[in-house]
């Protein structure tokens, strides 16, 4: 552990220039790619996620990778600022100019449902590499043999400190206390995410901890939406909740319906054609299999199953009225890792006392009706949503400067900033001023004449 | 408390348009203006700093609430995207669109020092505001009628619940605990902002803290410099540190200047032209003298004292050779906030050494010769410093996009973000990013066409 922040310490990755690291990264995704059948058979063993999706995300990640290093060339993302000098002020302003800088050293904790994208070669590593800083990545257990893999390309490609991998859990611990760790960025459950943010505040010197954790996704069906397409809402639904065994943290794990609208009616007639799936791992199975348990023991609950079968997950749909829902809604906002969502049925005027019983989650979807005015809906979603989607399901992140994968607790612990789109970089970076500074002492990006051409603000 | 909270929450603050906000926040600086004589007899009785300099402070004060009208005018600070939909990326591009929306209620742990520009309507006040949020101040006690008197004219020029005043250790305990309360922004001592931190950090709900804390400010004088221009730097120094008593988290708290080059010599002779004044409170002028007592007590030091008198702090100039301060340096590490600076002289060879053992600051200068190369200096102090500056002094932080004023620990609870300048508005913000939204869904500023005219980043 000492060894590899000390390595990630005298990397000088800081002082690389930000096309350095772009080509750097494009290598990276470039390396991916060409040993995606081999990575693809190891995830595949290890994860049990189909072949199919691992290829694509092994593009997604690739893709990921070249997005960072386009954000690290251009330069905007430095948030470069020149101020002339000016007297008249109150007070008076010095020539003054403002630059962000990397942290140093980050960690990074790999999650377990994307053996790629947010794992080692992921978008907290590609974000933070684009920043400048040295990355640590802790492995996940879910998929070993992957990560070394992983980590052995990366070896290849980046110089000596830009990377490095530890493995277990002391290590895990060990490394958010390091006193050369910077800040650090994680995607998992809420328990294993708080017990890591918890360590990286109290420490002697806080340090920034980004923490993406659980999110139950509420979606809201419209009765006119209803009205219009309960069959395509329906089938949409069981096609984004079982998705890979339901092993996203975008999942749709509640969902809004007006009684008798017939969209759960639909749901349940596609559920017969849903995948079941193994999951991950054996205990998230198990841990699946307890999570639909304590929803089906609820009174006045129905609970609706797909195929299954040995060793796999199947898919679940539990149906609730409002009113069992509003007894309990702890119970049925407890997010389930895995091919279940929890649907729960409204009369009209039952709908207001549903919204106000959620929590901050990564996304919220409205299904509305033709040309129907959700505005006041939206408004009110909007402040519990990181991602405010319409008439779509939320698994699925693009990448793209617009995104925001975040949100308040508990779906993350710093809900300023987001882990998913270019934004996801800023996460890594510190500002710095420099006041009438000599003209070689600056950065390039921040001298006289904008050399680089970088976007920048100048008064 | 319960009650202020409640306010904040139904203000309807959020829902203004940014020229609402902004006009609030001129009508709050002419308040300010207009009231300046009574505002600066009030805070003179209270905490002994000059008319003078109190008068000047309304005058800051105002030009921030304006600045940070003239920000919320612009727009920029939303960071809006607009994206449209691109079906050939991988994963497919939606149409997605990305603002920043306030965050809350936000509680505001108003200063000692500045008792208007880091207090009630100071930096922190302005900032939250301007972003959409309502603010509740905790009154700092060593000026009671002034907090307020400034609310007061709050409380006339803003809607209800925009601003609540709390009063007392508990209620300010009890603020940053308050489910209803989403930030926090504190300037003051590590020890008192440590603690709120804890606090915030621990909540069931973790919540962002922004303490502004200690700082030691290094001035690191070079040989040449000292060469061409001891007397005017000795001098310069001591007017920076004497400045209002000391009492600015940027005063320079430590000189490391070449052993023989005439800057000592200067600095005392100027030392006996230096004002002494009255701190802010008893209790920080015992800590003063106790911790100039510690100081003076270790092995090698001189101790040179200026002026004195009953009731004031002597301003103190505090000498010793580079190896006693190689031996401890958290001693002479350790803010001492008051009219004292530590003077540590260097051999050549023993730059590099001190230089290793500083801590993270708000600021970090440099005195060069005329000419001379400093970039390696520079670069090694950018790695510590909020703010680098040149041949002048850190006390006094203009107001602008580009100043930053933040720091790594022990300087700052949170290094990525600033307290002053345009940008400290980014800490009570949060992203969200709209998917396939209707126009009438998306707030003006993501409307097709930028009907507001904002700067805005379009691919």
């Known amino acids: 552990m000492d060894d590899a922040v000390a390595a990630a310490s005298r990397s000088g990755i800081a002082r690389t220039t930000r096309d350095e690291r772009a080509d750097r990264l494009e290598a990276l995704a470039d390396a991916l790619e060409a040993d995606r059948a081999d990575l693809v058979a190891i995830a595949h063993d290890e994860t049990h996620l189909s072949t199919a999706r691992l290829d694509g995300e092994v593009t997604r990640t690739a893709a ?111 490394l958010v206390r390091h006193p050369g760790v910077r800040a650090a960025g994680f995607t998992g459950s809420v328990r294993g995410g708080r017990a890591l943010f918890d360590l990286a505040v109290s420490r002697p010197d806080p340090i920034p901890f980004y923490g993406e954790l659980g999110s139950i996704n509420p979606v809201v069906v419209t009765r006119q939406a209803a009205a219009e397409r309960a069959a395509e809402i329906g089938t949409g639904l069981v096609g984004s909740f ?105 009369a009209d005027d039952e709908l207001d006392r549903i919204l106000s019983a959620l929590e901050h989650s990564l996304t919220a979807t409205i299904h509305r009706g033709s040309g129907e005015d959700v505005t006041a809906l939206a408004e009110r979603l909007s402040g519990i949503a990181g991602r405010l989607l319409f008439d779509g399901w939320p698994t699925g992140v693009a990448i793209g400067w617009a995104q925001h994968h975040g949100g308040g607790w508990p779906a993350t612990t710093a809900s300023v900033h987001t882990s998913v789109g270019a934004t996801a970089i800023r996460r890594w970076l510190t500002p710095i001023a420099y006041q009438d500074a000599p003209q070689e002492v600056l950065p390039p990006e921040l001298r006289d004449g904008n050399p680089l051409g970088i976007p920048r603000r100048e008064s």
Chains 1, 2 share one sequence.
């Open 242 to 346: 079982t998705r890979d065994a339901g092993q996203y943290c975008t999942k749709p794990g509640l969902v809004i319906i007006p009684a008798g609208g017939g969209v759960e009616e639909a749901a349940r007639a596609a559920l017969g054609d849903a995948p079941a799936s193994r999951q991950l791992t054996p205990r998230m199975a198990d841990a699946f299999a307890d999570g639909v348990e304590a929803l089906a023991a609820r009174p006045e609950v129905t609970v609706t199953r797909g195929s299954g079968g040995d060793g796999v997950s199947t898919p679940t749909i539990v149906s609730v009225p409002a009113g069992a829902f509003l007894a309990d809604p702890e119970t049925f906002l407890a997010e389930c890792f895995g091919p279940v969502t929890v649907v729960v049925s409204y």
């Open 64 to 174: 990921q990778l070249r997005f960072f290093a386009g954000v690290a060339r251009e330069g905007g993302y430095l948030e470069a600022v020149v101020e002339s000098p000016d007297p008249s002020l109150v007070p008076p302003r010095p020539d003054l100019r403002r630059i962000l800088r990397p942290l140093g050293p980050v960690a990074v904790y790999a999650a377990s449902n994307f053996p790629f994208a947010f794992s080692v070669l992921g978008n907290d590593t590609a974000s933070a590499l684009a920043a400048g800083c040295p990355v640590i990545v802790k492995a996940h257990p879910g998929h070993p043999e992957l990560s070394r893999a992983t980590a052995a390309l990366a070896a290849a490609v980046l110089p000596a400190g830009w990377f490095g991998l530890v493995e277990g859990m002391d290590a895990g611990v060990e």
